[in-house]
């Protein structure tokens, strides 16, 4: 019984760079998240899927920002032509079923951007 | 718009005492209100969580007391341990609807031997 991993754990950037974080939900789980987490806040939402779709993504900041997870299960999170302020902890959690239900959170993936 | 604010920022308690952390939330459509506990260099994991029908919830060590009419609650831990160091966030979101989690700024709890 796996949890929720993520992976690179850390990476660096450049400004300017496009960078991909991968998720790996608990196997199963139909929901997954997306949260950014900056230094000392709490996480913010970034984005929603249930199974393959991406039903609620309102939380991405901007159109730098794209997400996917085609086969409905592992996840990505792309951030193109990376900013300084995108410096953060971006964390992925999952959730079992479709309602309210406990999201598992993954140890994130923090990113620098130089 | 902060929607839900968290207090105190940080929290010193001595072994055995009471830790108590505050919450208020602004949107009266949140139905569901989790605490979460972080460790560093992990992510926040669920402790608790209540819904406004009840206006206490308590497992173990941990208890929340929820105030609909001041839109507030709270997260008391009882007896609390050096193992209890941790952040942890109050969240609030809906039981239908929209799944997002909406967190509080988080409280670093220090409990000293």
């Known amino acids: 019984g796996a949890g929720v991993s993520q992976s690179p754990r850390y990476k660096v950037a450049k400004r300017g760079q496009d960078v991909a974080l991968r998720c790996d939900p608990i196997?199963?789980?139909?929901?997954l998240f997306w949260y950014q987490q900056a230094l000392g806040q709490g996480p913010e939402f970034l984005t929603y899927?249930?199974?393959?779709?991406?039903?609620?993504k309102s939380g991405l900041p901007s159109d730098r920002f794209f997400a996917e997870r085609p086969e409905g299960s592992v996840s990505t999170l792309k951030i193109q032509r990376t900013q300084q302020e995108d410096s953060a902890v971006y964390l992925c959690?999952?959730?079992?079923?479709?309602?309210?239900?406990?999201?598992?959170f993954g140890p994130g993936t923090r990113l620098t951007v130089l | 718009q902060q929607q839900v604010k968290q207090s105190p920022q940080s929290l010193i308690v001595q072994k055995g005492g009471i830790s108590i952390i505050n919450c208020a939330y602004e949107n009266t459509a949140f139905d569901y209100f989790p605490w979460y506990q972080q460790f560093p260099g992990k992510g926040p994991a669920l402790l608790i969580a209540?819904?406004?029908?009840?206006s206490e919830k308590k497992e173990g060590r941990f208890t929340i007391s929820f105030n609909k009419s001041a839109k507030q609650f709270s997260l008391h831990i009882m007896d609390s341990q050096p193992g209890d160091s941790a952040t942890y966030f109050c969240a609030a979101s809906y039981i239908s609807g929209r799944r997002a989690l909406t967190f509080g700024s988080g409280t670093r709890l220090q409990v000293q031997p």
């Open positions: 209540i819904r406004p029908d009840v």
């Open positions: 196997s199963g789980h139909v929901s």
């Open positions: 959690a999952s959730s079992k079923s479709t309602g309210q239900d406990t999201q598992y």
């Open positions: 899927f249930q199974n393959e779709a991406q039903l609620d």
